[in-house]
Each structure stands twice: as C-alpha cells, then as structure tokens.
C-alpha cells in the first residue's frame, strides 16, 4: 500500500532514564582516592548528576522499549501500525536476534514491517533519523516508523578512568517519523567521516575474538579510551552547520534550537561561538548537566526538552549534530 504525502517529519518523540541518581560528590571522592581530581574535568564537561542503571532489569534493550512504549503512546499509535522499527545503540543486549527485531515481538508489530538494527556510536541516533528519513522518502509504503536510540554505557567503563566512569549515563530516546503532506520535516544532511584516530576509543578493547581468550579479565573487555583532544570535532561541525544552512538559504540565525551531542558542555560552546550565537544561549539544548553523557539518545533527549519547556515549536528550524567514535559525524536540518 502506497501512502501519500511527500515529506517526513517529526511526530513526537520521548525518553525514559533510571530512577538511580549519582551525583558528582561520589566521582570526586572515588577518584580523590585512586590520587586523581576530576573537578575542572567534570566542570568542563558540565556535569553535575546522571541516572545510572543499578539493578539486573534493566539494559538497553528495556530501556529502549519503555521509551518505546511513551513514544507510541504520545502519539496515538500502536505497535501494528509501525511499517519500520530501527534501533540504534553501541550497547544492544544481543546482536542475535536483532534488538529492533525484539522491540518488534513486545510491542506486537505486524509481518509487513521492516526492523533492523544500526550503530554509528554516539552519533548512531543522529544518523538512524536521517537514514530512515531518507528511506521513507524513497518508499511511500512507509507511514510511521520509529527510532530508538539506547545505549547501557556505564557497564562499560572502567572504574579508574576518569574520562568514561564519571562521564556517561544511561537513558534511551524513542522518535516517530510519520509521512506527511505538510511542507515541513526532514530537510537536509551532511556528513564527515576523519577516520585517522580510530584507535583511540575501542570496545571491546580486546576485539570480539578475543574475550574467550584464556587470561581475559573483565577490564581487558570494557571500554578503551586513549587520550586525545576532545574538541577535536568542533570545527568540522562548525563547516558543516554552515554549509547546510548556506545550501538551504538559511542563517544560523533562523534556526530556533540547536540539538547538539551532550558529549561535552564545552563543545556547545565553541560551536555556538563559532556560529556567532553567543548570547542565544537558549537555543542550545542542554541536558548533560542532569543526564550524564547518554551517548547515542543525547541529541533526541535535548530535542524532547526543548520540545516539554515550548522553547521548540511547530514550524522551527532546528539542527541535530552528533560526533561517533574514530570520529564521524552526522549534521541533520529538520523542520519541526
């Protein structure tokens, strides 16, 4: 069945994050006593709390499907009326069966849909809207699909390092496409892959062949994080902000929020200097002061605050901007 309606936009979207809260007191004092302090780190990183998973339930499998389940419930849908469930993480609970594929049996979809995973990192939530929104451009048997972006990450991190455990938190986010004949939706992307420094983020750190090795502690297993200029990103961001926006006839100014990756408050920052935004401060969503570094969910859980407090409306513009691993990023002009 062909649906009509030509564009894809944003219907609504929702999140879900553990009920546990660790504040940055416990980090400091972790820390203070493996010798190190982190205060200017987690100040520059803007840091003050994030919801952690501390129990066996959950993962990012559930998280994603509570997020699912709001998502779908804010919109009116069902789990039969999906036609396509993506579900994007750097931490799926299994890659057989697909998580999409799981999702797909607990919310009872229908045979005629499609489910697949993806994984751009943290830039994987980013990408899977834009990708989707593509896709459905190009197949008008698609009328709804949904995104969920989860990523259980603080499992991953080893305990003395001070750039991953005090960093992430755990939250998932959840987004229905629908098609549309409004002139508005998904307009334009960009992205910008420098693949030079792969190596300085890896996981599992000792390869997926290599965690039945004999010797293998769980250490040699979680999270790998070398140390390298953190602002790497900033100013391929900033060009490629500006190329979309100069390609669709926009100024930076015309676009009403900015729904950037939470990795770092300092990064947003630079970005919104760099865009001559200094004193719009509130049009850069910003999350990561409650949440933590979700990952793969930061850019959506923004979106859906901005969305909840009315400073994103109908009708604006908005950017999504996102940085995975190696690194690669994905920039996204939507039309709310």
Same mark, same amino acid.
């Given at each position: 069945?062909?649906?009509?309606?030509?564009?894809?936009?944003? $219907?609504?979207?929702? #999140?879900?994050?553990?009920?546990?809260?660790?504040?940055?007191?416990?980090?400091? *004092?972790?820390?203070?006593?493996?010798?190190?302090?982190?205060? $200017?780190?987690?100040?520059?990183?803007?840091?003050?709390?994030?919801? %952690?998973?501390?129990?066996?339930?959950?993962?990012? &499998?559930?998280?994603?499907?509570?997020?699912?389940? *709001?998502?779908?419930?804010?919109?009116? &849908?069902?789990?039969?009326?999906?036609?396509?469930?993506? @579900?994007?993480?750097?931490?799926?609970? #299994?890659?057989?069966?697909?998580?999409? &594929?799981?999702?797909?049996?607990? &919310?009872?979809?229908?045979?005629?849909?499609?489910?697949?995973?993806?994984?751009?990192?943290?830039?994987?939530?980013?990408?899977?809207?834009?990708?989707?929104? $593509?896709?459905?451009?190009?197949?008008?048997?698609?009328? #709804?699909?949904?995104?969920?972006?989860?990523?259980?990450?603080? %499992?991953?991190?080893?305990?003395?390092?001070?750039?991953?455990?005090?960093?992430?938190?755990?939250?998932? =986010?959840?987004?229905?496409?629908? $098609?549309?004949?409004?002139?508005?939706? @998904?307009?334009?992307?960009?992205?910008?892959?420098?693949?030079? %420094?792969?190596?300085?983020?890896?996981?599992?750190?000792?390869?997926?062949?290599?965690? #039945?090795?004999?010797?293998?502690?769980?250490?040699?297993?979680?999270?790998?994080?070398?140390?390298?200029?953190?602002?790497?990103?900033?100013?391929?961001?900033?060009?490629?902000? *500006?190329?979309?926006?100069?390609?669709?006839?926009?100024?930076?100014?015309?676009?009403?929020?900015?729904?950037?990756?939470?990795?770092?408050?300092?990064?947003?920052?630079?970005?919104?200097?760099?865009?001559?935004?200094?004193?719009?401060?509130? *049009?850069?969503?910003?999350?990561?002061?409650?949440?933590?570094?979700?990952?793969?969910?930061?850019? @959506? %859980?923004? @979106?859906?605050?901005?969305?909840?407090?009315?400073?994103?409306?109908?009708?604006?513009?908005?950017?999504?901007?996102?940085?995975? =691993?190696?690194?690669?990023?994905?920039?996204?002009?939507?039309?709310?």
């Amino acid at each position: 069945m062909e649906h009509t309606g030509d564009n894809i936009r944003i $219907r609504n979207a929702a #999140y879900y994050h553990p009920q546990h809260v660790v504040d940055n007191n416990y980090y400091l *004092k972790h820390f203070a006593a493996l010798g190190k302090d982190i205060k $200017r780190f987690l100040e520059v990183m803007g840091r003050e709390q994030r919801y %952690i998973i501390n129990n066996e339930h959950e993962n990012a &499998l559930t998280m994603g499907y509570e997020a699912a389940q *709001k998502v779908l419930a804010g919109a009116g &849908l069902q789990g039969e009326d999906l036609d396509m469930i993506v @579900f994007a993480s750097q931490t799926p609970e #299994y890659t057989y069966p697909t998580n999409a &594929l799981l999702l797909h049996h607990r &919310l009872g979809g229908k045979h005629r849909a499609i489910t697949l995973d993806s994984n751009a990192n943290c830039a994987g939530m980013v990408t899977a809207v834009e990708q989707a929104s $593509r896709y459905m451009k190009a197949n008008r048997s698609i009328r #709804y699909a949904l995104i969920v972006g989860s990523d259980y990450s603080s %499992i991953n991190c080893r305990t003395d390092d001070e750039i991953t455990y005090p960093n992430f938190g755990d939250a998932a =986010a959840a987004v229905i496409l629908e $098609r549309t004949p409004e002139a508005s939706g @998904f307009r334009d992307s960009l992205y910008y892959t420098d693949s030079g %420094i792969w190596e300085s983020i890896t996981f599992p750190s000792c390869g997926l062949s290599g965690i #039945y090795r004999e010797g293998i502690t769980p250490d040699d297993i979680k999270l790998r994080w070398n140390p390298f200029d953190g602002s790497v990103c900033v100013d391929a961001a900033v060009n490629d902000i *500006k190329e979309l926006l100069d390609r669709n006839g926009l100024a930076a100014g015309d676009i009403s929020a900015f729904c950037l990756s939470q990795f770092s408050l300092k990064n947003i920052e630079l970005i919104r200097e760099a865009l001559g935004l200094e004193a719009e401060a509130e *049009k850069f969503m910003y999350v990561g002061g409650e949440f933590g570094y979700t990952a793969t969910s930061s850019p @959506f %859980i923004a @979106f859906q605050r901005g969305v909840e407090d009315g400073r994103i409306q109908r009708g604006d513009y908005l950017i999504f901007w996102s940085v995975g =691993a190696g690194w690669q990023i994905p920039t996204m002009l939507y039309q709310y």
